[in-house]
């Protein structure tokens, strides 16, 4: 925090459960602290049952705007007055920003998860892309990866239902179950990981890379830990590798300008999430 908080203090967080692996707080506050405004956000955990009535309370003047993490962005797009297109055609939003007692939905994890992408040499025409998991995350990055210009995307999923209400969105959705993920990886100019496997406290991610190319960009949006056992996997196998944390700062900086009306100063916020996660908090 830049400065002690007072009755004037704008109020902005991330709500989530689990919350408390979340680092959007360190990453927010130090761009507050750097842009010297009078600004706390912080990390909210709700019980599932309480997220209406959560973002409604904040929404109420309390707020200036909230993320929302896992598992409550298709809740937070849903519960909204105003979807943005991006949060409309993922019906999930990861941005809540309250204007007048307004909701207004925002989903920026397309942004963040090209950046990260790019970053790792991918193009978006490059070919077809898996994507791991339909929460969420995931429909987030299938809808966004559409409109930036790739060709076809392959959802693996557990629930099969999930995974074809994501496909109901778009003919250029696929649809597979894990028994087939093979089959999904083929050809692929990109595997991205958009389910919880593989984060510290959830199960692990069991997955071959063998059916992808090695040209293929491996991403995981999980990013505690930050080198997870797929991007291992992936890194010995010769594929270039994207991690979570780059995807985490790239939605942060458009949800950052949503709350506070200005761009985010210039601050490694990167080397700051790195220090932390090397420190386990
Ligand atoms: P959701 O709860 O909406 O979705 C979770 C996904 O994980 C579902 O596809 C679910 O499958 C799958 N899953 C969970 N447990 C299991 C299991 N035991 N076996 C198989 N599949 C499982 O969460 P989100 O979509 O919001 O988030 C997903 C992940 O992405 C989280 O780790 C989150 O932290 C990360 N994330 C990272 C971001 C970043 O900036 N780096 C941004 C957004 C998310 P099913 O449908 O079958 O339940």
Redesign the pocket.
């Known amino acids: 925090m830049s400065r002690p908080a007072t009755a004037a203090t704008r109020l902005a967080g991330v709500v989530g459960n689990p919350v408390r692996?979340s680092l959007s707080p360190l990453i927010h506050n130090a761009w507050i602290a750097a842009a010297e405004l009078d600004a706390v956000y912080v990390a909210l955990q709700s019980a599932p049952a309480s997220f209406g009535d959560l973002v409604k309370g904040l929404a109420g003047g309390a707020a200036v705007g909230i993320n929302v993490?896992?598992?409550f962005?298709?809740s937070a797009a849903a519960l909204a007055d105003e979807r943005s297109p991006a949060a409309q055609r993922a019906a999930a939003a990861?941005v809540l920003v309250f204007r007048e007692g307004r909701i207004l939905a925002d989903n920026t994890?397309g942004v963040?998860?090209l950046a990260a992408l790019e970053g790792a040499g991918f193009q978006p025409g490059g070919g077809p892309v898996a994507v791991l998991?339909?929460?969420?995350?995931?429909?987030?990055a299938v809808t966004y990866l559409l409109s930036a210009g790739v060709p076809e995307v392959r959802v693996v999923?557990?629930?099969l239902e999930?995974?074809r209400a994501i496909a109901a969105i778009d003919s250029r959705i696929g649809a597979f179950r894990?028994d087939q993920v093979a089959e999904a990886l083929d050809g692929v100019a990109a595997v991205i990981n958009?389910?919880?496997?593989g984060?510290t406290g959830?199960?692990p991610l069991e997955l071959t890379l063998d059916g992808a190319p090695t040209t293929a960009v491996v991403m995981d949006?999980?990013?505690q830990p930050l080198k997870t056992d797929l991007l291992t996997e992936a890194e010995r196998r010769g594929h270039p590798v994207a991690d979570?944390?780059e995807?985490?700062i790239?939605?942060a900086r458009p949800s950052f300008e949503a709350f506070f009306g200005r761009p985010p100063p210039e601050v490694d916020v990167r080397r700051l999430c790195q220090q932390a996660l090397d420190q386990g908090s």
Not at 133 to 140: E, L, P
Request: no cysteine; net charge positive; glycine share 18%.
């Open positions: 692996h993490t896992i598992p962005k298709e990861n994890d963040g998860l998991g339909a929460g969420g995350a995931a429909r987030g999923n557990r629930s999930r995974t894990w958009a389910t919880s496997l984060m959830e199960p949006m999980v990013y979570g944390l995807m985490l790239g939605q």
